[in-house]
């Protein structure tokens, strides 16, 4: 059958043998995933890092029950066949991708490899015409089934209450460094820093066009000072607040969101509609801010209305009358 993925085979045009060396080298490249995700979370989720490193010798053992059944069928040649050379095969995210994505992302990620490792030993089962293959691909389907239950009991053998609130509080407290308070930090900057200069232009010129140019540049304009400066000044390797690319990334985007939201109501002709919508976007934008402080920072909720709601209508007054002047 014709394959759109030049050079790449389809799953149904393989040999027997290339679908035992199809599932070795899978089961390495498994294992060898496991692995890093132990290395990487050792220092932060020792326990869950006990997990991935026993999940890791699981597959190491289907590993070597393939290549004993491969050298009994075929021989001790392996011939040299990976997931990405097959066209239909499932897919693995990048290492580095997933483990900058903190614990549950790994965790999920683990889950959805052992449901395709599983559906992919059953597949092959039933393509198999040798009864011992056929009964070894089926036992290792059965296990990639149970993985999920493995991995439960070694969660329950490794992951005591306690361990895994430490563990849970800890995922937060990282979430909260690497991405809310960058993101924060940056909505604040944008939502307030802008407001002076895109009223004051508003009602100095009366004229939403000019209004909307100004709010853009200074909106863009903002998020790119706040990315660069966040990412540059901390690489994250002594304060532990991760990865300055991402924390960069969440001061940005937010500081430009910031920005925009009470510059887009300019988009409509209308002055005054475009600058009564504008008024109802700061409220909200100041309201978000207060909620997020309090949500994520803990901070009173009386503590961040005087800071944030209180300081941004003066910013919004002071542009207004500067403008108006």
Known sequence: MFSFAPGRRRFSDLSE????????????DDGRIYAG???????????????????????DG???????????????????????????????????LVENLGLERIRSEAERMEKDAARFYEVAAQRSTDAGTRRLLGDLAAAERDHEHRAEELAEQNLGGESRETEDKTARRQM???????????????????????????????????????GLA?????GISMGFTEAAHDDGKLSGRGSPIKRGLASGIMTTVGGLGHALPYLIPDFWTATILAFAIVFLELWAIVWIQHRFMETPVWR??????VGGALVLAAGAAIGAG
């Open 17 to 28: 043998r290339e679908i035992l060396a199809l599932a070795i080298s899978a089961e390495e």
């Open 37 to 59: 995700y132990a290395e990487r979370l050792e220092a932060d989720y020792p326990a869950s890092a006990s997990i991935f490193r026993e999940m890791a010798k699981e597959e």
């Open 62 to 96: 289907h590993r070597r029950a393939l290549i004993a059944e491969h050298e009994r069928r075929f021989g001790p040649t392996i011939p040299l066949i990976r997931r990405e050379h097959v066209s239909d095969y499932v897919s693995r995210q990048p290492v580095w």
């Open 176 to 214: 909260i460094l690497t991405l809310v308070q960058p993101g924060l930090a940056g909505l604040m900057d944008g939502s307030v820093s802008t407001l002076a200069p895109i009223f004051a232009t508003a009602f100095a010129t009366r004229d939403p066009h000019t209004t909307l140019l100004v």
């Open 218 to 222: 200074a909106a863009v304009g903002a």
């Open 304 to 309: 961040a209305a005087v800071q944030v709601v």
